[in-house]
């Protein structure tokens, strides 16, 4: 459903009528003050986000059919997904919980009993030219997200967050032909949509990073926007604090990462301040506009003379949805502790930087993993901080092993990191052992004591080895007793090649300077 | 009497006994209608080859030792409203040109199941729209009683096909009266279900929420035996009720002593015409004989029934009608087109006939921003209170009388170019469908040499009732009996 910058009701005007309605002004009701007016300057832009999210179900919102991302086209359909006559909808409790989930994690209310809506509208990707969705009575509403941009508070408020089937998609052939693919038709989608809250272009993505984070640790869904999984599309006008006009609404679509949703909302409104700065009055109309990545610029796709007529009305095919008190409420309390709040709990309690805990906390089982490992360590959670992102990422990075399939727990982790501790290894030796602890799944003690890793902190056995290297080497010997202190290095390292790495870097040091001075 | 003459009970006892065997039931049919199927047109299709292969296995079952089921054997005809798993389902209209679905109705899958032969896709009124089979795109059916009458609609072709002896049973789908009022004209029992009570899924959808399927048979006990078969929750139909199906069959005690009659005043006044309304009255009285207390009820409601019914139900068919585009199956216009949306519409408007466009024009209108408080949600309160009437009269009475049709069968051509007098003929039939609950439909005498139908409406989900009620009135009168000189 297009986003309408006001309450939701069942607006049935007469079309003619809407135009004029209070809450969607036409221009010629907004005076164009001249450049130099002040007032101009203080026009606030007026954005809103409506959100489609996949939901990442097994099977679709009506029918049994895989969602499976990437499958053979049109061969995860069956009666129902491609609407064949006589076919009928059964929904998805799964989806449903999902939906429930999300409305827990933004503080909204879920209705006591909905409706599913059809939305009435031909197009070739729509296999029953009607999509079933949620229309005046939605499975969740009234939630919000806080959101820190700049050292400023701001809270969206959350408007809705409904469930609909997701359509098919059109691909156009250089033939001029075009062919249609089911496979995406009718996998559960979650449309999220905000009040106009928004007034830069900055909040827009801050609200998206968040909202992204939020879904992947309540899990129900990828949220990847360059799979299609989660979309964006803006609304963008501008109003009149003091008087309350607004310029005609603008909608933005193509917009495939939030990176584009940013740049999109900041051209957009610089646009739109422009014209009413320069008087160009027929430039502002209600129209949905094109993201251009190429060109960095939206362009007009369509003037919207009139508001679409979806002929909305209850989808008889489905009883109302009622869901049971005591399963909300189950969902409720099993919501997460969401990664903005855990975040600023890292920072607090663990000590961390804003860095650190950002980048742990971007991901649930990443989070996870680091407070397992803080668990069972002793040393300082900036070390575990410094391991986490940096090795363990990288190992699984490179493996392609999710976080969650790691075959290095908090447990291993943190009896890698107390054996750098004790000194029995130093942290160049723990790397590779970390890296064996994936390829075999040993424990970190099991790899050192089986191939001798332990670090040579034999004082009598370091002695001899320092000696033969100040020996075979005089010349830099003789140089850090001239007073060169960087010759020490050489020396060192002649040290550690000798005993492969295992001497204690930090002993070595120690000895050489005292056999030195 | 020969095979075809004989009810699906009478079948299933010979049957059962091995006196006759189920391919010979089907080729008795079959032979059957290859002698009057050209006088009365009821299939589109038929599925001879299938029928007697299934035959052949129920034969098999019954030779193995098995005990199949009541209805093994007994053939059945098939609305072709119903998907059928590559047979033919063209819902009476040229958009489904040669479409053939992958997948079987839930009731056809059972009927399947239960050992029913299917012997092929009966005619209806294109979407099931219409009351006189007339708007079939493909032929016109004929009453048996009269071949210049109609048989009724929409469900015309299973009715002649039962009237006729060219099925024993026959499925059909009811939205505004489609089983009962061709039943009544071709003077045969036929019962709509309480809505959820059989499974919709596969059945090409009209008016969802008042479409259901049921039987359409020579008797009552008929009616009953089918409805063991088709009854019961479906996963496939979120609508379907999830509530216990008694055996239909063993209800029919013939004891109705006792029971509370009511009639309403709206569905006997002005329109009913006087020989029809001297039928009912009769049949009325012959069941206070049987034991029945018979009383008026006023049902102030009902008298709009028609306009709600007209808005309600094309509202719903423009969108279930929305599908039929040209872009996945069915018939696609074969004109030069501009773009998709010129495909659209050249397709939809070869393909749809009159009275189909009519009704999507119509319920787009009624759905439409600024009409829709005016008229769909407007209809819908209507509803409510239609329903609410029928709550009330059902507080003290058991089952509710009325005539099925105001008329006998009308001509064929005679009332096509008058579509409200068309419409008419469903307003005893089209509260029942608003208020989502049973009715039957049996013959229950004769007015111009025509058959009359008695409707038996019940509370939601006492089909055992009213069922009860038509066969009590079978075993006491032969009406039922009587068949058309073919």
């Not at chain 2, 029928?390 to 096509?416: Q, R, W």
């Amino acid at each position: 459903m297009a986003p309408t910058h006001g309450a939701v009701r069942r607006a049935r005007l007469p079309v003619a009528g809407r135009l004029r309605s209070s809450r969607m002004p036409v221009i010629e009701q907004l005076p164009i003050p001249s450049p130099s007016q002040v007032m101009l300057m203080a026009l606030e832009p007026l954005v809103g986000l409506e959100v489609h999210v996949q939901l990442a179900t097994d099977s679709k919102m009506f029918c049994g059919c895989s969602t499976q991302f990437g499958a053979q086209p049109n061969s995860n359909v069956c009666p129902t997904c491609l609407g064949l006559p006589g076919s009928l909808p059964v929904p998805n409790r799964r989806a449903v919980e999902y939906v429930i989930r999300t409305a827990a994690a933004l503080g909204c209310t879920v209705a006591k009993r909905c409706r599913f809506a059809r939305k009435n509208y031909f197009y070739p990707d729509l296999p029953k030219n009607f999509q079933v969705s949620q229309y005046d009575e939605p499975l969740s509403f009234d939630g919000h997200i806080d959101l820190n941009v700049n050292g400023d508070e701001v809270r969206i408020r959350i408007r809705r967050a409904h469930l609909e089937e997701d359509t098919g998609k059109n691909l156009h052939l250089a033939s001029g032909s075009s062919l249609v693919e089911y496979n995406r038709c009718g996998i559960p989608l979650m449309e999220i949509v905000t009040e106009p809250d928004f007034t830069t272009a900055e909040q827009c993505r801050e609200y998206l990073t968040q909202l992204r984070l939020i879904l992947r640790a309540i899990g129900v869904s990828n949220a990847n926007m360059e799979e299609g999984a989660m979309r964006a599309e803006p609304t963008v006008n501008l109003r009149d604090p003091e008087t309350g006009e607004a310029t005609p609404m603008v909608e933005i679509k193509n917009l495939n990462s939030i990176r584009s949703v940013y740049e999109a909302v900041r051209y957009e409104i610089e646009r739109q301040r422009q014209a009413v700065a320069e008087g160009r009055e027929d430039e502002l109309f209600q129209q949905t506009r094109r993201w251009d990545e190429a060109n960095g610029a939206t362009a007009l796709m369509r003037r919207k003379e009139t508001s679409d007529d979806y002929m909305y009305f209850p989808e008889p095919d489905l009883v109302p949805l009622e869901p049971d008190p005591a399963w909300v409420e189950e969902i409720y309390a099993s919501c997460p502790e969401l990664p903005a709040a855990r975040c600023d709990r890292f920072q607090e309690q663990y000590g961390l930087p804003e860095y650190d805990a950002r980048v742990l906390t971007e991901s649930r089982e990443v989070a996870d993993l680091f407070e397992a490992t803080c668990e069972r360590f002793e040393g300082a959670a900036k070390i575990v901080s410094n391991w986490v992102m940096g090795d363990v990422m990288s190992l699984l990075n490179e493996a392609e092993v999710a976080v969650a399939d790691s075959p290095v727990t908090g447990e291993g982790l943190a009896e890698l990191l107390a054996l750098i501790e004790e000194s029995v290894i130093s942290g160049k030796i723990a790397k590779d052992v970390l890296a064996k602890m994936f390829e075999t799944g040993k424990g970190a003690r099991e790899i050192v004591e089986e191939e001798g890793l332990g670090q040579i902190s034999d004082t009598g056995e370091l002695e001899a080895i320092i000696d033969q290297v100040i020996a075979d080497n005089p010349g830099p010997a003789e140089d850090f007793r001239g007073g060169k202190d960087k010759a020490i290095g050489f020396l060192i390292g002649q040290v550690m090649k000798a005993t492969k790495g295992q001497a204690n870097p930090g002993l070595v040091n120690e000895i050489m300077r005292e056999k030195l001075g | 009497m020969k095979l075809h003459e004989l009810t699906a009970h009478e079948l299933s006892e010979r049957l059962a006994s091995g006196e006759v065997s189920a391919v010979e039931v089907a080729e008795a049919i079959f032979a059957r209608i290859e002698e009057v199927e050209g006088q009365v047109d009821a299939f589109l299709a038929l599925t001879r080859d299938q029928a007697l292969e299934q035959a052949r296995q129920v034969d098999d079952r019954r030779a193995g030792g098995e005990k199949p089921g009541a209805l093994a054997g007994v053939p059945i005809g098939i609305k072709d409203v119903l998907c059928t798993k590559g047979v033919l389902t063209t819902c009476g209209s040229r958009i489904l040109e040669g479409f053939r679905p992958p997948y079987d109705a839930t009731v056809v899958r059972r009927c399947r199941d239960a050992g029913m032969p299917m012997l092929g896709k009966t005619n209806m009124d294109e979407f099931a729209m219409g009351s006189s089979t007339e708007n079939s795109a493909y032929k016109v059916t004929r009453n048996p009683w009269d071949l210049d009458r109609v048989p009724g609609g929409s469900s015309g072709g299973s009715a002649a096909a039962v009237a006729a002896g060219e099925a024993p049973v026959a499925l059909g789908s009811d939205t505004g009266g489609s089983i009962r009022q061709p039943a009544a004209l071709c003077g045969i029992s036929g019962l709509k279900p309480t809505y959820g009570r059989v499974s919709r899924y596969g059945l090409v959808a009209y008016a969802s929420s008042l479409d259901q399927v049921g039987p359409l048979a020579r008797d009552v006990r008929d009616c009953a035996l089918v409805m063991n078969v088709l009854a019961g929750r479906d996963p496939h139909d979120a609508t379907s009720a999830d509530i216990p199906v008694p055996d239909y069959v063993a209800g029919l005690t013939g004891d109705v002593s006792g029971l509370r009659a009511g009639v309403p005043r709206e569905l006997m006044g002005e329109g009913i015409e006087p020989e029809v309304k001297a039928v009912v009255e009769a049949a009325i009285g012959q069941l206070a004989e049987l034991g029945m207390a018979v009383e008026e009820v006023e049902m102030p409601n009902l008298d709009y029934s028609l306009p709600v019914y007209y808005l309600v139900a094309p509202a719903e068919a423009a969108s279930n009608l929305a599908r039929y585009d040209g872009v996945r199956y069915g018939h696609r216009t074969e004109e030069e087109v501009a773009d998709v949306y010129d495909l659209f519409a050249k397709s939809r408007g070869e393909g749809f006939g009159p009275e189909v466009r009519l009704r999507i024009m119509l319920g787009t209108f009624a759905l439409s921003a600024g009409y829709y408080d005016a008229y769909y949600l407007k209809a819908q309160r209507v509803r409510t209170l239609i329903k609410q009437d029928f709550d009330a009269a059902f507080a003290d009475h058991d089952v509710l009388i009325s005539p099925t049709s105001p008329t006998v069968a009308f001509g064929i051509g005679e009332k096509a170019d008058d579509p409200l007098q068309m419409k008419l003929a469903d307003i005893c039939t089209i509260p029942v469908n608003l208020a989502g609950i049973p009715a039957l439909s049996i013959p229950c005498g004769m007015a111009e040499g025509l058959p009359v139908g008695l409707q038996i409406m019940g509370r939601p989900f006492e089909e055992d009732l009213i069922l009860r009620v038509g066969d009590a009135y079978q075993q006491a009168t032969d009406w039922h009996a009587k068949r058309p000189a073919l």
